[in-house]
């Protein structure tokens, strides 16, 4: 669990996640540095001890002292480098699994509350920044260090030169900190345009082949071509502070460097130093240029990370919605009832809902899944024109926001959710729990990239006979025709390479193989030909008997198969009974599910027949000109027989 009230904490959480390895890369950066910064110290004793006094001995000595800790320098680099490198993998991928858990644990509430591109930004850029961020700080620990030594080494030979060296360093950092703010804004608003883009190429991606259908692809091309370019105008402006305060650096270090060479000319122009004490000088005008550098390169990293941490907390502080429960034995073979549409789903039967309403049945699958309503969402963020104080108060405002909402989230998690099984409400179970009793898949299920194995069975549970019966549920054996490798053939991302109909079967049949106590279907059959549909609606009652099935559809072909169908108007159950009941009584339903037939109920049950299709029985299901799905390429037997 971060900390995430506020970046400083948040960087503070990161180091302390890796403390041993950040002390590690501190002694190893202690170690590569002093050497370095002992080595003018040693010149300039070797100087005046041995080579201007002529004894040959000292000079040796000193000569074995400086190869001493040029080797010890050396292999400290080394240690450090590997030490480093590991601290800033730990820190970039441990990001990646922030993200990923944050990501799992919300799962449909954290597109609601964060942008999709922003959470794309966190895991990828963001976890190298906290790499950099790691990587600065155990290396500015050695510099300064290395600093402070190097100050006591010159207020031991000149004080005058010592207080130069030690007033040099804060007078750096109150100039960096005033050059830092707009670098700082100017990374932000990059920051917040690249992650609105990132949000654009997803959305793009998305929706590409709709977009193709009708002829929107340019308006949406020409917005992400705009997009980009603010993108780049923001990271020249961001690059172009940076490149000042860098020079901003070097001028300083240069101005530092002739001062203190004039000092030490003149010094030992008085008779106040000797010559080994002038190289010592001199050596360190030229060493002390590092730590200096190291200091705003630090700065600079830091500021990034500061960055960073903003957009990260907005991430990983969003508030878990789903409180903590222990778990509760629950009778998967009880009644599963819904107070606020009033619908009773009796355990073991194959129950349908119908609505005029498709809004109306996917709010009824979100309640039977505990799935919070859409309209919860965080507020957008800040402008990223908006610098400055104005920024500060947006990003309050946010966290107030952010407060406010976890405040609901609490109050809702101790009121009752108002969908029981067994009597137990699904609040009272952790969502862990609700989750593997009850599974939902909705027409917004997707494909991923991978084996048909991994596809269908994502925890590799099933045996081969299970992934068998599930396919053949689901009428997907044309899917495993097509794949080259059987169950080994890979799929596409998004499944690209199947049909509209061969992705929805195959979801389908993820979703009969997880087995769930309660599986609730939302259109399961709203891309697929009647053919094929129709045996989807033979198979999927002797695949789920004994077991509570819910299904959303308006499909006559499926409603014809089920033990009992609910009709849904205006969100509330107002006709219970099977299909031939309710089409022989009901003028609602004739209306809903057969639309037009409502005056001839007698001609309309002698129609159903499993292989025969009525008259456009629904929006979604008519017999469109192309057959991609069309059985008879596959399964010739079957039409034959039928």
């Known amino acids: 669990m971060p900390d995430t009230r506020g970046p400083g904490r948040f960087l503070w959480w990161l180091m302390r996640q890796q403390g041993d390895l950040m002390v590690a890369a501190c002694l190893c950066s202690l170690l590569w540095m002093l050497p370095t910064a002992m080595t003018p110290w040693v010149f300039g004793r070797a100087i005046d001890e041995g080579i201007v006094a002529g004894d040959t001995g000292r000079t040796l000595m000193w000569c074995l002292v400086l190869l001493l800790i040029t080797l010890v320098g050396a292999s400290s680099g080394v240690f450090y480098h590997t030490v480093v490198v590991r601290s800033w993998l730990v820190a970039s991928y441990g990001q990646t699994g922030l993200v990923t858990n944050k990501t799992t644990r919300l799962g449909h509430v954290l597109t609601r509350r964060a942008p999709t591109g922003e959470v794309l930004s966190v895991n990828g850029s963001d976890g190298e920044q906290f790499g950099h961020f790691v990587e600065i700080v155990s290396r500015l620990v050695g510099n300064v260090i290395a600093y402070v030594v190097v100050a006591v ?3 031991q030979i000149s004080v005058p030169l010592g207080l130069v060296v030690l007033l040099v360093a804060p007078l750096l950092v109150v100039v960096s900190s005033v050059l830092l703010r707009p670098l700082s804004a100017a990374q932000t608003r990059e920051r917040s345009r690249d992650s609105e883009l990132t949000s654009m190429a997803t959305d793009i991606v998305a929706g590409l082949r709709i977009l193709r259908g009708i002829g929107g692809e340019r308006i949406f091309g020409d917005n992400y071509a705009g997009q980009s370019q603010r993108v780049r105008r923001a990271g020249v402006q961001a690059g172009g502070w940076a490149a000042f305060v860098e020079s901003v650096g070097v001028l300083l270090s240069g101005l530092f460097l002739v001062t203190l060479m004039v000092l030490g000319v003149r010094a030992v122009g008085r008779g106040e130093l000797q010559i080994g004490q002038l190289v010592t000088f001199l050596g360190y005008a030229l060493f002390l240029v590092q730590p200096i550098r190291v200091v705003f390169e630090a700065a600079q990293q830091i500021t990034r990370s500061f960055v960073s941490a903003r957009k990260t907390i907005g991430v990983l502080g969003t508030p878990d919605p789903w409180p903590v429960r222990e778990r509760q034995a629950v009778d998967h073979r009880a009644e599963l009832v819904d107070e606020v549409s009033g619908l009773t789903v009796r355990p073991g039967l194959l129950t349908m809902v119908v609505s005029a309403v498709p809004d109306d049945w996917a709010a009824l699958a979100d309640r039977l899944g505990r799935y919070l309503p859409g309209e919860d969402s965080m507020p957008a963020d800040e402008d990223d024109e908006v610098t400055g104080r104005a920024a500060k108060r947006a990003h309050r405002e946010k966290l107030r926001a952010r407060a406010e909402l976890a405040r609901r989230d609490a109050e809702r998690a101790e009121r009752p959710w108002g969908v029981r099984l067994g009597g137990v409400d699904l609040a009272a179970l952790p969502i862990e729990q609700v989750r593997e009793t009850v599974l939902v898949s909705d027409t917004g299920a997707h494909v991923f990239a991978g084996t048909l194995q991994d596809a269908v069975d994502p925890h590799g549970r099933l045996t081969l006979p299970q992934a068998e019966a599930a396919l053949y549920a689901a009428a997907a054996e044309d899917v495993f025709d097509l794949m080259p490798g059987g169950w080994q053939g890979v799929l596409d991302e998004r499944g690209r390479g199947l049909s509209g109909g061969q992705r929805q079967r195959l ?26 549909e129709a045996r989807i609606a033979e198979r999927l009652p002797e695949h789920r008997r004994g077991r509570t099935t819910v299904v959303m559809t308006a499909s006559p072909l499926l409603l014809h198969h089920a033990d009992e169908v609910a009709l849904l108007e205006g969100g509330r159950v107002v006709a219970v009974g099977s299909h031939h009941e309710l089409v022989a009584t009901h003028d609602g339903y004739r209306r809903t599910v057969l639309r037009g037939d409502a005056a001839e109920p007698e001609a309309v049950l002698d129609a159903h027949e499993p292989w025969e ?17 069309h059985v008879s390429d596959h399964h010739p037997e079957e039409v034959t027989q039928s």
Not at 521 to 528: F, G, K, W
Not at 613 to 629: C, N, S, T, W
Request: charged share 15%; proline share 13%.
């Open 507 to 532: 979801v389908l049949t993820r979703a009969l193989a997880a087995d769930a106590p309660v599986l609730v279907l939302v259109e399961p059959t709203s891309a697929v030909d009647a053919h094929t």
């Open 613 to 629: 299709v009525p008259d456009e029985p629904a929006q979604h299901h008519a017999i469109p000109e192309h057959l991609p799905d």
């Open 153 to 155: 080494i010159v207020l």
